[in-house]
């Protein structure tokens, strides 16, 4: 589970990104995921994000919301790796890769099939958010009609 703040042009807030085991069984999962937070900027949103670079997930990649590459690369090829998932996996919305400098490179598929990146400032924490956290964030904003390059920041809230 990850507290995060996010900035963007129009709007800020926080969320809560929480992970949930994929289950197989529909009597034992509720679809969607009972939510209980107050109505906000940025809605729930239930999705499936998948480790691109996981082969045990490799089946799961062509139902995936959200894929996720963890390895770092240097920017440029960070944003290839991006347009290199989200083309592969056209029921794909959002692909988050890390890049060499720790942060993630975030692309959106729009309707026309185009990529287009959320520019995230670096923030002011030291440890990067996982690329999982990041994406799937991008993903919420998207699906809430925000666009990616509205997207500022996404930062770790504090713990208290």
Known sequence: MSFVDWRADVAHGSALVR???????????????PCSHAPCPLPCDVHLWVD?????RAALMAHADVLVSRMPLPP???RRRVCELLAGHPG??????????????????DRTGAVS?????RGRA?????????GSLVHAWA??????????SVEPMPRR
């Not at 794909?92 to 598929?109: E, P, Y």
């Not at 699906?143 to 500022?152: D, E, F, I």
């Open 52 to 56: 691109a670079d996981s082969p045990e």
């Open 143 to 152: 699906v809430s009609r925000g666009s990616p390059r509205a997207l500022r």
């Open 19 to 33: 992970c949930e085991p994929l289950l197989w069984s529909a009597e034992r999962h509720a679809y969607p995921s």
């Open 76 to 78: 440029a090829s960070a």
């Open 126 to 134: 030291r440890d990067p958010i996982p690329p999982h956290v990041v």
């Open 92 to 109: 794909c919305l959002a692909a988050a890769v890390l890049d060499t400098f720790m942060r993630c490179v975030v692309g959106v598929r």
């Open 117 to 121: 990146f959320a520019r995230l400032e």
